[in-house]
């Protein structure tokens, strides 16, 4: 795919970042729409941050695509932490234990659907956040 080349996926990230984001954040959460919120708390600000992202609900949490790989700002702030929330369809759920999973991995956990979404897109790392049961 193009956006394999550092530049032009470098292009597509800021663009989401300024532009689409920030539009997705209207919608995203909400039921009967296909992304999701993820809240976190910024590792060196200390501010509360709200990122879209997919996140398919899987057995004990949920798995989130990495699209643009694992040097994120929202997926370090998770990792520092080791905890976020997640709102998707309408409902929040608190995660945590964030572990970075290959394709392979994620693969047989989502729908077959899903799996052909991120293949195309040559999604090959995934985050699998645990439901916070305490």
Do not use: C
């Amino acid at each position: 795919m193009l956006t394999d080349t550092p530049l032009i996926r470098g292009v597509v990230r800021r663009f989401n970042k300024h532009a689409l984001n920030p539009a997705m954040m209207h919608l995203a959460g909400r039921r009967h729409w296909y992304a999701a919120v993820m809240r976190h708390t910024g590792r060196r600000s200390g501010r509360h941050y709200a990122t879209p992202v997919v996140a398919d609900r899987v057995a004990n949490g949920f798995i989130v695509p990495l699209p643009y790989g694992t040097d994120v700002d929202w997926l370090r702030n998770v990792q520092a932490s080791g905890a976020a929330a997640v709102s998707v369809g309408g409902h929040t759920y608190d995660v945590v234990e964030p572990e970075i999973i290959d394709a392979a991995t994620a693969g047989p956990q989502l729908s077959p659907r899903r799996r052909r979404v991120f293949q195309a897109f040559g999604i090959k790392r995934f985050v699998k956040l645990k439901m916070d049961r305490s």
